[in-house]
């Protein structure tokens, strides 16, 4: 076919044309291109990529929250990483949509979501610990008698508060299971305030800062 024919010169055939725009390459560059747009507005958040940085911190909280139930070492990394996993995701986050726009808001909104999957990776790390040792490492008379420990401390402290002993009604409810269990989910509750606090306020000072950089560059 000789070039700038319409038709094939030994068979007749029409020749076709494809648009360099209508290639797989071009339209993922449009995707791209597309989500770029729609980051760069104020208050916006691409959060495709956005999720992506909350897994890859929460996946590493989640492997620090395991191992710190038996290594006391990556239980203080582990907190420092709380302290800083709000303002870790959002800079991955411009660091893998750098077009994206970046200011408080959004780096409270990108550690609000930082929060949230880090306190769920506590609760499903502290519900492993407990499972592994009362089940696969048969500990769980050490762990009841641990609990019941600390709940006597606890009545100690609170007749001591108050001045007056506890009542038979008081110290029946302190050892029932109903109170054992509300113990325990207002604990992760109170956790789970401070972890969001903690990520919402390093997220919106991440992306405070890097507006900042933005700006004087």
């Not at 006391?72 to 582990?78: P, Y």
């Not at 949230?116 to 089940?135: F, N």
């Not at 609170?158 to 050892?175: C, D, V, Y």
């Amino acid at each position: 076919m000789t070039e700038g024919a319409s038709f094939c010169a030994y068979c007749g055939a029409p020749q076709l044309y494809v648009a360099e725009e209508d290639t797989p390459a071009a339209a993922a560059e449009d995707a791209l291109q597309a989500a770029a747009a729609r980051a760069s507005k104020p208050g916006m958040v691409d959060w495709t990529v956005a999720l992506r940085a909350v897994c890859l911190v929460g996946a590493l909280g989640l492997a620090m929250f395991v191992g710190s139930e038996w290594l006391r070492l990556l239980g203080i990394l582990s907190f420092m990483l709380v302290l800083s996993a709000g303002q870790l995701a959002t800079n991955l986050y411009l660091r893998w949509r750098p077009q994206a726009r970046m200011d408080g808001r959004v780096g409270l909104r990108i550690g609000l979501l930082t929060g949230v999957v880090l306190a769920a990776c506590i609760v499903a790390s502290t519900a492993t610990a407990e499972l592994t040792d009362r089940y696969l490492l048969h500990q769980g008379a050490v762990m009841d008698a641990q609990y019941v420990q600390s709940m006597h401390d606890g009545a100690q402290m609170m007749e001591k508060i108050t001045g007056k002993p506890l009542t038979p009604e008081q110290a029946g409810l302190i050892s029932s299971p109903e109170y054992r269990a509300g113990s325990v989910l207002a604990g992760v509750f109170a956790e789970g305030i401070l972890v969001l606090t903690a990520t919402m306020v390093g997220g919106a000072l991440a992306g405070f800062l890097n507006k900042r950089r933005r700006a004087a560059a």
